[in-house]
């Protein structure tokens, strides 16, 4: 199983700006699928947006869609998530993991592995 450290997260005020990243830790030669994920205090995880492993394809949830874009360093496990125009709700601890093989646009986004590394906080307040 792939790990991931994520990093980029902060505190921002509402109509901010952050960008996190997602970077495997320890070598493959694999080139996988990932997506980033979130949970909010109380509330169950869920997926925000994931990339093909060829970055040709993206998915991002309704909520997120036309504020966040999500991107990849070529073939490497390297995942980042630009998010602009944030919301109080985007508050959570933001995770990335790795995804099915990912072919549509269409449907959530879904953990192959239910492994999780220590994500990283976001937090929308004024």
């Known amino acids: 199983q792939l790990q991931f450290v994520e990093s980029g997260g902060g505190l921002v005020q509402p109509g901010g700006s952050l960008s996190l990243s997602c970077v495997a830790s320890?070598?493959?030669?694999?080139?996988?699928?990932i997506g980033w994920f979130r949970q909010a205090p109380g509330k169950e995880r869920e997926g925000v947006s994931c990339?093909?492993?060829?970055?040709?394809?993206?998915k991002y949830a309704d909520s997120v869609k036309g504020r966040f874009t999500i991107s990849r360093d070529g073939a490497k496990n390297r995942v980042y998530l630009q998010m602009n125009s944030l919301k109080p709700e985007d508050t959570a601890t933001y995770y990335c993991?790795?995804?099915?093989?990912?072919?549509?646009?269409?449907?959530?986004?879904?953990?192959?592995?239910?492994?999780w590394g220590q994500g990283t906080q976001v937090t929308v307040s004024s």
């Open positions: 993991a790795v995804t099915p093989a990912i072919t549509t646009s269409q449907g959530p986004c879904l953990p192959r592995w239910d492994y």
């Open positions: 990339i093909s492993f060829g970055g040709g394809i993206t």
């Open positions: 320890g070598s493959t030669s694999q080139t996988y699928p």
